[in-house]
């Protein structure tokens, strides 16, 4: 079945993956990360691109962003991918391509999936046996979601900020979240939809969004399994 157009809609977050080509390795050294992202933070902000979770793996990333335009999304990660790669090729004099050749997206409905996203994406080094806890990973947004270390390139969600009223309890109510497991049918959606280019969100989300641009925005049902 041929791949879905990706879906860009202004003011809905969604979840991107972006890949190592072959599953190559990404990132060699604590530069490489935060090179990434100061190249990630200033797109956004050219763009208008908003980052709420991250996190970066050896070879692929997962990112929570907002985008303010129908174009802001693409235009923010081909402007990273050019610029990280320039700069990793010539720092390791190497040639070519880094990346797969496109980067996956699936928007997410805040009412329900939105804070499910951002523990999916904070708990992938925890997933991948790398810490035990995501606190212990250095390269992603749970020290700044979490524990309020400061992190310039994440703008906290509404749905985020409606967790409490002071920074204090909200990160210890974030916090909390992390005790309970994710339902394992919610992870499936999600990479369903950042799969499909499709839609994690409820019945009622994905019906509503549906009519506002005139396609169908639900996963298809799983067939062969999707790639963590």
């Given amino acids: 079945m041929p791949r879905k157009p990706r879906l860009f809609v202004p003011g809905v977050p969604q979840h991107v993956v972006q890949r190592g080509n072959n599953r190559q390795q990404t990132f060699f050294d604590e530069s490489d990360f935060q090179l990434y992202l100061e190249c990630l933070r200033l797109a956004g902000e050219e763009f208008g691109v908003s980052v709420h979770a991250y ?9 929570l962003v907002t ?3 129908v174009e802001a999304l693409s235009r923010t990660m081909q402007s990273v991918g050019r610029q990280y790669v320039l700069r990793i090729n010539r720092k390791y004099r190497r040639s070519g391509t880094l ?3 496109r980067f996956r997206a699936g928007l997410v ?5 939105l804070l499910t996203c951002y523990r999916y994406i904070e ?16 390269w992603s947004s749970y020290a700044s979601n979490a524990l309020g270390d400061f992190d310039d390139l994440i703008v906290p969600h509404d749905r985020y900020l409606s967790l409490a009223p002071t920074p204090e309890r909200r990160q210890e109510r974030y916090r909390e979240l992390f005790s309970a497991a994710i ?3 919610d992870l499936n959606l999600l990479r369903r939809a950042t799969e499909q280019s499709a839609v994690a969100g409820t019945e009622d989300f994905q ?7 005139g396609r169908d925005v639900s996963p298809r049902p799983p ?4 790639r963590k």
């Fill in 67 to 69: 985008p303010d335009s």
């Fill in 99 to 101: 990346w797969e050749g």
């Fill in 183 to 185: 339902p394992g049918g």
């Fill in 223 to 226: 067939g062969r399994p999707v």
């Fill in 207 to 213: 019906c509503r969004l549906a009519q506002k641009v």
């Fill in 123 to 138: 708990l992938n080094p925890v997933r991948a046996h790398m810490v035990v806890a995501p606190g212990e990973y250095p």
């Fill in 109 to 113: 409905g805040s009412e329900r999936y």
């Fill in 55 to 63: 996190v970066l793996m050896t070879n692929h990333v997962h990112l």
